[in-house]
């Protein structure tokens, strides 16, 4: 078989994965760019688990969708843009809405917290993703979700008073992408969450709660965070 045989034959084999209905469910729901686990998609899906993490395994094996292990849990997303691209046309061409991703997290938590010794929550997604957006952060590549900052990156913080050289010479991995289980979505973890989390109380643009992993902002943190990052709390 010849170049173009193979490639109208993995597009064949894509097309199939995708025209299944609950497979199909499945994927259009993590266009919104949020992970989730079998468990979830079998529910949104309507099959049972064991069916579902079939059609997962067909998924993964055409690269439409990822896995990633965290903990005990086993999140998958969709395989990257190209995919969600190709889903979005199909899903112009169909027509109809997809129900938004709706946590049940209590809104405290969800808004701000700790996850271990950095910002976890709607808070720590948006510094993850602004931090990217400026140039200062370069994404995650690879199964190990491992981030780092560019020169402009490591300026910036240090302007703001972080001692990078210190935080990357510490017995830890430096920085990578940690998946939310509130917003689904990853936020900063690493030695560099760690040390982001720190500047952040030390300055007092937030407080810890005494009663809980909740973060709240305070008013000078809210004014600090659109000054500095451009990032409405």
């Known amino acids: 078989m010849n ?29 919104d760019g949020r992970a989730r686990t079998s468990t979830e998609l079998a529910v949104i ?20 969708v990822q896995v990633l292990a965290q903990g005990k849990h086993r999140y998958y997303s969709l395989a990257g843009a190209p995919v969600a691209a190709a889903l979005e046309a199909l899903s112009v061409l169909a027509g109809g809405a997809r129900a938004a991703f709706m946590p049940n997290t209590p809104h405290r938590l969800r808004a701000a917290r700790t996850c271990y010794d ?3 929550g709607a808070l720590g997604v948006s510094l993850h993703d602004r931090f990217l957006a400026l140039g200062w952060l370069v994404g995650a590549a690879g199964a190990d979700r491992a981030c780092d900052l560019t020169p402009k990156g490591a300026q910036a913080l240090e302007t703001l008073g972080m001692n990078v050289q210190a935080t990357r010479a510490l ?5 990578f992408a940690c998946l939310d289980w509130s917003e689904r979505r990853p936020h900063l973890g690493g030695a560099l969450g760690a040390a982001l989390q720190a ?17 709240t902002l305070t008013r000078q943190g809210r004014r600090e965070l659109l000054a500095r990052f451009g990032l409405q709390a």
């Open 3 to 31: 170049v173009e045989g193979h490639a109208d034959l993995a597009v064949a084999r894509m097309a199939a994965a995708i025209g299944e209905p609950a497979r199909a469910r499945m994927l259009g729901c993590l266009l």
């Open 45 to 64: 899906a309507g099959v049972a688990p064991s069916t579902a993490s079939a059609h997962l395994a067909r998924l993964k094996r055409q690269r439409l």
């Open 118 to 120: 950095h910002i976890a």
């Open 171 to 175: 017995r830890r991995r430096f920085a």
């Open 199 to 215: 500047l952040v109380l030390q300055r007092r643009w937030a407080v810890l709660e005494l009663d809980s992993r909740a973060l």
